[in-house]
């Protein structure tokens, strides 16, 4: 009996503290000059351990459902304790009964100033500042989190996003760049805020339509996968209508693009002349991909 309770509370255990995320993190310092200080490699290894380990959500994740990320932090110059970087940060998403994993999250965070001590701990508060180490990260993962649900289920990110949203707000309290209106809008408080707005519903939309309706029938039925896909176009103009060139929808299509010149290009012939069209009007920034749409 004292064994099956200890091989419950063990499974018990294994479920609770189940983490969310398969992420490599990987620290770039060639631009400092010095990249093979040790201190770059101890930030690699507890970055990866921090993001790894927390447990972001309430919810259990078996280890087969874990997110697949990344986050690749470019390092330009250290000073003692200051460190000015970017970092980019990727996710994929799994498509339904195939081996291919989904392009969903694609930012390049160019304002990634921090200060960090070797060992230092790394703790994550979801409703108090601890540090813009520790707040971009978080930030990132909440993002990956809240694209990779509103993916299987309409809206079904948005907790996410409000979690991303208290972040940036607690952060605003420091000088770090990327959290205010005012620094431009390409920062995190205006990826966050577009995320939110009822302006940006429409892509929020296709996200959803484009992997569950669209990518996860595709292997059953190509056509009908793919001319779903094609439809989604036509909710992202509704978005192109109110906020033409908007920055959302550049992230979309920073993750995007190439899987469509892919989907459009492949598989069973549908009328793909129309979709080129729309593409061109919403997401001129890769004009020369759609050249490459054959039709």
Same mark, same amino acid.
């Not at 940060?89 to 200060?115: A, H």
């Not at 990956?144 to 289920?153: K, N, P, Q, R, T």
């Given at each position: $009996?004292?064994?099956?309770?200890?091989?419950?509370?063990?499974?018990?255990?294994?479920? #609770?503290?189940?983490?969310?995320?398969?992420?490599?993190?990987?620290?770039?310092?060639?631009?400092?000059?010095?990249?093979?200080?040790?201190?770059?490699?101890?930030?690699?290894? %507890?970055?990866?351990?921090?993001?790894?380990?927390?447990? @972001?959500?309430?919810?259990?994740?078996?280890?087969?459902?874990?997110?697949?990320?990344? $986050?690749? *932090?470019?390092?330009?110059?250290?000073?003692?304790?200051?460190?000015?970087?970017?970092?980019?940060?990727?996710?994929?998403?799994?498509?339904?009964?195939?081996?291919?994993?989904?392009? !969903?999250?694609?930012?390049?965070?160019?304002?990634?100033?921090? %200060?960090?001590?070797?060992? %230092?701990?790394?703790?994550?508060?979801?409703?108090?500042?601890?540090?813009?180490?520790?707040?971009?990260? /978080?930030?990132? =993962?909440?993002?990956?989190?809240? $694209?990779?649900?509103?993916?299987?289920?309409?809206?079904?990110?948005?907790?996410?996003?409000?979690?991303?949203?208290?972040? /940036?707000?607690?952060?605003?309290?420091?000088?770090?760049?990327? @959290?205010?209106?005012?620094?431009?809008?390409?920062?995190?408080?205006?990826? !966050?805020?577009?995320?939110?707005?009822?302006?940006?519903?429409?892509?929020?939309?296709? =996200?959803?339509?484009?992997?569950?309706?669209?990518?996860?029938?595709?292997?059953?039925?190509?056509?009908? &996968?793919?001319? +779903?896909? *094609?439809?989604?176009?036509?909710?992202? +103009?509704?978005?192109?209508?109110?906020?033409?060139?908007?920055?959302?929808?550049?992230?979309?299509?920073?993750?995007?693009?190439?899987?469509?010149?892919?989907?459009?290009? &492949?598989?069973?012939? =549908?009328?793909?002349?129309?979709?080129?069209? *729309?593409?061109? +009007? *919403? /997401?001129? $920034?890769? #004009?020369?991909? @759609?050249?490459?749409?054959?039709?």
């Amino acid at each position: $009996m004292r064994k099956l309770f200890l091989l419950f509370a063990l499974l018990a255990s294994s479920i #609770s503290f189940s983490q969310e995320l398969n992420c490599t993190v990987n620290v770039i310092a060639q631009q400092t000059g010095n990249e093979n200080d040790i201190i770059f490699k101890t930030l690699e290894k %507890q970055l990866t351990e921090f993001v790894n380990n927390t447990k @972001w959500t309430n919810n259990s994740f078996e280890a087969h459902e874990r997110i697949n990320c990344g $986050m690749v *932090i470019n390092v330009r110059e250290n000073n003692n304790d200051a460190f000015s970087a970017s970092i980019q940060v990727s996710s994929s998403r799994p498509i339904f009964n195939s081996t291919y994993s989904s392009p !969903i999250y694609n930012y390049n965070d160019k304002d990634f100033n921090f %200060q960090y001590l070797e060992f %230092q701990n790394l703790v994550f508060n979801e409703s108090q500042f601890e540090s813009n180490l520790v707040s971009v990260l /978080a930030f990132h =993962v909440y993002m990956i989190l809240g $694209m990779d649900a509103d993916s299987f289920e309409l809206n079904g990110g948005s907790d996410y996003f409000k979690q991303a949203q208290t972040i /940036a707000n607690y952060s605003q309290q420091l000088s770090g760049q990327g @959290w205010k209106l005012e620094d431009g809008l390409q920062s995190r408080f205006a990826l !966050i805020d577009n995320i939110m707005s009822p302006s940006y519903k429409s892509i929020r939309t296709a =996200v959803y339509m484009y992997h569950r309706e669209g990518l996860d029938i595709m292997n059953d039925n190509q056509k009908d &996968g793919k001319t +779903k896909i *094609i439809s989604v176009f036509d909710e992202l +103009k509704k978005v192109h209508s109110v906020r033409p060139n908007s920055f959302l929808m550049r992230v979309f299509f920073d993750a995007k693009a190439d899987e469509i010149l892919d989907i459009l290009n &492949g598989g069973p012939k =549908v009328n793909v002349a129309d979709a080129k069209d *729309i593409l061109n +009007k *919403i /997401a001129p $920034m890769y #004009s020369q991909k @759609w050249r490459n749409i054959k039709y």
